[in-house]
C-alpha cells in the first residue's frame, strides 16, 4: 500500500507559508521586520520560539539586509570611501527598498504567481506591526503596489493610525488616473482590537483603532476586517463588536492563549457564540471563528462542550457561505 508523502511546500527568501494558528489567516506571507513597539502584554512572539531575538524596536529582515549590505559596501568602493565614512540616509533608504522589492519579485517568480494569487494573497506580517512608526512605510507601500498592479491580494494586519496621516499612503488610497480603476480591489487592512489598551501600552488606544477603522471602510471604501483576538473577556469582546460590526466586513474571533480550562465561564462562553452565530446570520459583516476557540470549547464539559462545537460549526459555515458569495461578486 502507498502512502502519501506532503511536499515540502516551495519557499521563496521572504515570501514563505506560515503554519499553525497563523496559518488561519493566510497561506502566504511576508515578515519584512522583526520586532514590535506595540508592547502587548500577550504576544505570541514574546513567548514562542523568537522571544530572544523580539524586541521592542523592528529591525529588518536578515534577507534584506545581507543584500543591502552587500550593496553598500559595492557603493562604498566605488566611490573610494572605507567603512568609517558616512554613507548617505538616501542612499541607505534606496538600497533598502531596492533589495526588499527585488527579493518579493524573485520570490513571486520562484513560487508562481497564479499560486499566490489563487491562495488567496499575500499577509503582512506575523513578527511585525506592518505600520509601526519606527519602519520605513515606503517599503511596504511600494511592495503592495507592486502586488495590486499584478492582481495579487496584500492583506495587512495592523495596530497603528498615525500612517493614515502619511501624505504617500494617503495618495495611495486615494488613485489618481494614472492608477487602475481596480487597484486597491484587492487591498485589505484589519486592525487587532482587544479593547483592552492596558495590555496594549505602546499601540494606540482602541477608539482611535475604531476611527481608523471607520475612516478606512466609509471614506476610503477599503476591505476591512476586525482581529478580535485574543478575547481576553466575553463583555470586552461582545463591546468590541458592537462598536465595530457596521464599519467592517469582517470580525475573525480567537480565544486567548494558551488555552486554559478556566479562562472563561462556561455559561458566558457558550451564550457568545450563540449570539455571534445569530449576528452572522442576520448581518453583512462576516465571523470568522479562529481553531483556538475549538480549542476552547473542548476543556468545557458536557453540554456546554457540545453546545460550544455545534455553533462553532454553524458560524463556520455561514462564514463560508458569505466568502464563496462575496468571491463570486
Request: hydrophobic fraction near 35%; include cysteine.
Amino acid at each position: 500500500m502507498k502512502t502519501e508523502t506532503k511536499e515540502t511546500p516551495v519557499k521563496g527568501a521572504l515570501i514563505y507559508q506560515p503554519q499553525g494558528a497563523a496559518g488561519e489567516y493566510a497561506k502566504w506571507a511576508i515578515n519584512l521586520y522583526h520586532g514590535c513597539s506595540n508592547g502587548c502584554t500577550y504576544c505570541y512572539n514574546r513567548r514562542g520560539v523568537l522571544s530572544h531575538v523580539f524586541g521592542d524596536k523592528p529591525e529588518l529582515a536578515t534577507p534584506i539586509i545581507k543584500q543591502r549590505d552587500k550593496l553598500l559596501n559595492e557603493y562604498l568602493k566605488k566611490n573610494n570611501m572605507t567603512a568609517h565614512d558616512a554613507i548617505p540616509q538616501k542612499v541607505i533608504r534606496d538600497t533598502t527598498a531596492f533589495v526588499a522589492l527585488s527579493i518579493v519579485a524573485k520570490d513571486i517568480i520562484r513560487i508562481g504567481e497564479d499560486v499566490i494569487r489563487e491562495d488567496g494573497g499575500i499577509f503582512f506580517s506575523f513578527t511585525c506591526d506592518p505600520f509601526d512608526p519606527d519602519i520605513d512605510m515606503d517599503i511596504l507601500r511600494m511592495i503592495v503596489f507592486v502586488l495590486l498592479d499584478r492582481q495579487i491580494p496584500a492583506t495587512i494586519l495592523t495596530k497603528n493610525t498615525d500612517w493614515l496621516e502619511n501624505d504617500k499612503w494617503k495618495d495611495f488610497l486615494e488613485p489618481d488616473a494614472d492608477y487602475p480603476d481596480d487597484l486597491l480591489r484587492d487591498l485589505t487592512i484589519g486592525f487587532t482590537i482587544t479593547g483592552k489598551d492596558k495590555l496594549e501600552p505602546g499601540a494606540p488606544s482602541t477608539e482611535e483603532r475604531i476611527e481608523a477603522l471607520r475612516k478606512l471602510h466609509d471614506e476610503y471604501k477599503i476591505k476591512t476586517f476586525v482581529s478580535l483576538e485574543p478575547m481576553t473577556s466575553i463583555h470586552t469582546a461582545s463591546e468590541v463588536i458592537k462598536k465595530t460590526y457596521k464599519i467592517t466586513d469582517e470580525i475573525r474571533i480567537g480565544a486567548q492563549s494558551p488555552i486554559k480550562k478556566d479562562r472563561y465561564d462556561p455559561s458566558e462562553f457558550v451564550g457568545f457564540i450563540v449570539a455571534v452565530k445569530t449576528l452572522a446570520r442576520g448581518l453583512d459583516c462576516r465571523f470568522m471563528v479562529k481553531d483556538s476557540m475549538y480549542k476552547q470549547a473542548e476543556t468545557f464539559e458536557g453540554a456546554y462542550r457540545d453546545l460550544c462545537v455545534r455553533n462553532l460549526d454553524e458560524i463556520k459555515k455561514i462564514y463560508e457561505s458569505k466568502q464563496k458569495e462575496n468571491d463570486e461578486k
